[in-house]
C-alpha cells in the first residue's frame, strides 16, 4: 500500500470480530452438546449446512468483485463530463435499479439460456443477473466518491502538470475509497443476502438447504426443529455478512485522513 | 470574459494585475496556463506557442504553476508529500529527491516543522505557504497567483505575502492577482489594471497605482486605497 494510508488498521476492532464469531460457534458448540438442539437434528443439519454455506460464499466471491469492476466503470462513466459516456451509464443504472434483483434472475435463468443458445445450465446466468444488479448500485456509489473530492483540487491537480490519469490516480483515487467505503460494506452484505435468491431456482446455496432440511423434518411434526434451522441458516448468514463488513471497517480506518470528517470510534 | 488582451511580460518580472470584480483577471490568469481555453489569440512561453493544438498541456503546467485563492492542497497528503507529489509524478523524481527538496521548500517558507502535518490540521496561511512550496518545487519559469490572500485572515495575509516576496527577491517571474495594493507598490516591477475584459493601464506601480491615467483606475485606485 503506497504512504498516503494514514494508519494500519485498527487491531481492536479485528479482534473484537473475530472474537465475536468464536463465541457464536462455542454457543451453537455448547447448545449441540447439552441437547439444546437435537442432536438428531444435528446430524441431518451438518453436512447440507456447509455445503449450502460453502456455495452462499462461492457465489458471493463471484458477484462481489464482478460487481465492483462493472459497478466501478460505469461510477466512473457516470462522473465523465462528455454525454457520449456519462448517458448510456445513466441508462444502464436508472433501469437496473428499476428491476427487481428476482425478477433478474428469473428471466437470467430460464429465458437469457434459450436466446444466446446455451441450454446447459441458466446458473451462470443467473448469477451474472445479481452481479448486474450489484453493478448500478456500486455505480451510484462510486459516483458519489468521485463527486466528494473538491473540484479545486483537481484544477490543483492540472495546474502543477498532472495528466487527467495521475490525477485520477493520485488525488481523486484516495479521496474516492474513504467516502466509499462505508457504503460499500453495506452493498456487499446485501450482496451475499441477496445470494439467497438463487435458492428459488434451484441453487443449492444456504437457503436452499434450509428449505430442503425443514421440508424433511416436517415429517418428524416437531415444530423446534423446524424454528432451530432458521435460527441456524440465519446466524451463518450473519457471521459470513459481519466478517466482510468488519474487516471493511477495518480497511476504513486505513483512509481515514487526521482532522478531515468526525470519528465514531 | 476577455475583450482583447496584449500583455507582454519578461523574465523576472513580477506582474500585479488590479481590478473590479468581474474584469477578467482570473480569466486571464486562467488563460495563461490553459485551465480555461482561450476562444482566440495565442499564448507564447519563450517563443513557444503554448495554446497550439500540438503542445501538450502537462508540459504547458509543469512551466505555469498557479496558486490558487482556496489553497486547493490535497487533503489526503502532508504538506510534504503535496509539494513532493508534483516533482514525483511530473518530473519523474524519486521520492527521497523530491521529499527532501520539499523539506527545504517548507523550511523557506517557514513550515519546517510542519511537513508531517495534513492540511486539515493547519491554518489558512499556512495552507497557502504549503502550496506556493508545492509551485515552486516544480522549478516553473512563471508562477501564477490567483488572489492569494483574498481568502486568509487578516491575520494571516502577511506571512503568505512575505513568503511571495522572497521568491521575488529570489528571482521568479510572477503574475499576481490581487487587491493588496501596498504589496503592489513595494514588490511589484509592473501593475497592470484591468476593467471589463480589457486592460485599461499598464505601468510600473508609480505609474499605475500614484499617478493613474484613467478615469476608472483612479476611481479603482481611491477606493482600494481608503
Known amino acids: 500500500m503506497t504512504r498516503w494510508i494514514a494508519k494500519r488498521p485498527r487491531l481492536s476492532r479485528a479482534v473484537f470480530a473475530v472474537s465475536t464469531v468464536l463465541i457464536l460457534f462455542i454457543i451453537l458448540g455448547i447448545a449441540r452438546q447439552t441437547g439444546a438442539i437435537d442432536p438428531l437434528l444435528w446430524s441431518f443439519l451438518e453436512a447440507p449446512l456447509l455445503s449450502g454455506a460453502r456455495n452462499t460464499v462461492m457465489f458471493s466471491l463471484i458477484i462481489i468483485p464482478l460487481g465492483l469492476l462493472i459497478g466501478f466503470s460505469v461510477g466512473w462513466a457516470r462522473f465523465s463530463r462528455h454525454p457520449i459516456i456519462s448517458w448510456p451509464a445513466t441508462v444502464y443504472v436508472d433501469f437496473v435499479r428499476g428491476v427487481p434483483p428476482l425478477v433478474m434472475i428469473l428471466f437470467s435463468y430460464f429465458w437469457l439460456p434459450l436466446v444466446i443458445g446455451n441450454l446447459e445450465s441458466g446458473l451462470p446466468f443467473a448469477v451474472m443477473a445479481l452481479a448486474i444488479h450489484t453493478s448500478a448500485y456500486q455505480a451510484e456509489i462510486f459516483r458519489a ?121 | ?56 498541456v502537462e508540459w504547458v503546467r509543469q512551466n505555469i504553476v498557479m496558486v490558487f485563492q482556496q489553497f486547493n492542497l490535497f487533503a489526503h497528503l502532508t504538506a510534504l508529500q503535496n509539494v513532493a507529489l508534483g516533482p514525483r509524478k511530473v518530473l519523474g523524481k524519486s521520492r527521497e529527491e523530491a521529499e527532501a527538496a520539499g523539506r527545504e521548500l517548507l523550511e523557506r517558507v517557514g513550515l519546517g516543522q510542519k511537513t508531517d502535518a495534513y492540511p486539515a490540521e493547519l491554518s489558512g496561511g499556512q495552507q497557502q505557504r504549503v502550496a506556493i512550496a508545492r509551485a515552486v518545487a516544480m522549478s516553473p519559469k512563471v508562477i501564477l497567483f490567483d488572489e492569494p490572500t483574498s481568502a486568509l485572515d487578516p491575520e494571516f495575509i502577511k506571512e503568505v505575502l512575505d513568503a511571495i516576496t522572497q521568491l521575488a527577491k529570489d528571482g521568479m517571474t510572477m503574475i499576481v492577482v490581487s487587491h493588496e495594493m501596498s504589496f503592489a507598490k513595494s514588490v511589484a516591477t509592473r501593475v497592470v489594471f484591468m476593467d471589463d475584459g480589457n486592460i485599461l493601464e499598464e505601468g510600473t506601480p508609480d505609474e499605475v497605482l500614484v499617478h493613474p491615467k484613467h478615469e476608472r483606475t483612479k476611481a479603482f485606485v481611491a477606493k482600494i486605497l481608503k
Do not use: H
Not at chain 1, 441456524?232 to 455478512?241: D, E, K, M, Q
Open chain 1, 145 to 265: 466518491g468521485f463527486q466528494s473530492v473538491p473540484r479545486g483540487q483537481i484544477e490543483a491537480g492540472q495546474a502543477v502538470g498532472l495528466s487527467k490519469g495521475q490525477v485520477m490516480a493520485s488525488v481523486i483515487l484516495p479521496q474516492t475509497f474513504r467516502v466509499t467505503l462505508p457504503a460499500l460494506g453495506n452493498e456487499f452484505a446485501l450482496v451475499i443476502k441477496d445470494s439467497s435468491l438463487l435458492a428459488i431456482v434451484g441453487a443449492m446455496d444456504l437457503v436452499y438447504w434450509g428449505r430442503q432440511i425443514e421440508q424433511f423434518t416436517l415429517n418428524y411434526g416437531v415444530i423446534e426443529w423446524v424454528m432451530a434451522i432458521w435460527i441456524i441458516v440465519a446466524l451463518i448468514y450473519f457471521v459470513i455478512t459481519y466478517l466482510v463488513t468488519q474487516t471493511v471497517g477495518a480497511i476504513e480506518g486505513s483512509f481515514r485522513v487526521p482532522g478531515l470528517g468526525s470519528v465514531a470510534f
Open chain 2, 1 to 56: 470574459m476577455l475583450k482583447g488582451v496584449d500583455l507582454e511580460v519578461k523574465q523576472g518580472d513580477v506582474l500585479v494585475v488590479a481590478g473590479p470584480s468581474g474584469s477578467g483577471k482570473s480569466t486571464l490568469l486562467r488563460c495563461i496556463n490553459l485551465l480555461v481555453t482561450p476562444d482566440k489569440g495565442k499564448i507564447f512561453l519563450e517563443g513557444v506557442q503554448v495554446n497550439a493544438p500540438e503542445i501538450r
